[in-house]
């Protein structure tokens, strides 16, 4: 018959904890949130490349950047290539790209090459409005949130 030594048992072990329910999932969530923002992939995805732009063509002066050999339309579709635009506009020797907030405007510059001007909506909507006509909205942020009826009544 052996006797044990009471010192020398063996400490019980506590069963596992498992994590309440609610909890599983809150880790990765949190993860993949912090993730998406820090990436910018929360959102619509259609801001002018202006960081791009500045890597890959040479600056002239604030917004206007040259491309010495390509074409409009060629540039253009670089640029396109690194960030999709909203809608796209050809007239003759200018392409016109729609983004959020910007407007990008590509057009023939000299014999050869293209210029690159960025605008912000409302000045790029004003400066070639003749080319937009009304295919594009008047403002970037216009939701027909103005409207205010029509009828009887007060409140206007």
Request: proline content about 8%.
């Amino acid at each position: 018959m052996s006797t044990t030594d009471p010192t020398q048992r063996r400490p019980q072990r506590r069963p596992l904890r498992r994590p309440r329910r609610g909890a599983r999932g809150a880790l990765p969530a949190a993860v993949l949130a912090s993730v998406l923002l820090l990436s910018g992939c929360g959102g619509d995805g259609h801001q002018a490349p202006r960081g791009w732009i500045g890597e890959h063509y040479r600056y002239q002066s604030h917004d206007v950047y040259l491309d010495p050999a390509d074409p409009p339309v060629t540039v253009a579709d670089e640029i396109e290539g690194n960030t999709p635009a909203k809608d796209r506009i050809v007239d003759g020797d200018l392409v016109l790209l729609r983004y959020d907030d910007d407007i990008v405007a590509v057009q023939a510059d000299g014999t050869r090459g293209s210029r690159i001007d960025i605008d912000d909506y409302n000045s790029g909507m004003t400066r070639y409005s003749s080319r937009v006509g009304n295919r594009w909205p008047q403002s970037q942020h216009r939701s027909g949130g103005d409207f205010r009826g029509g009828g009887p009544g007060s409140g206007k």
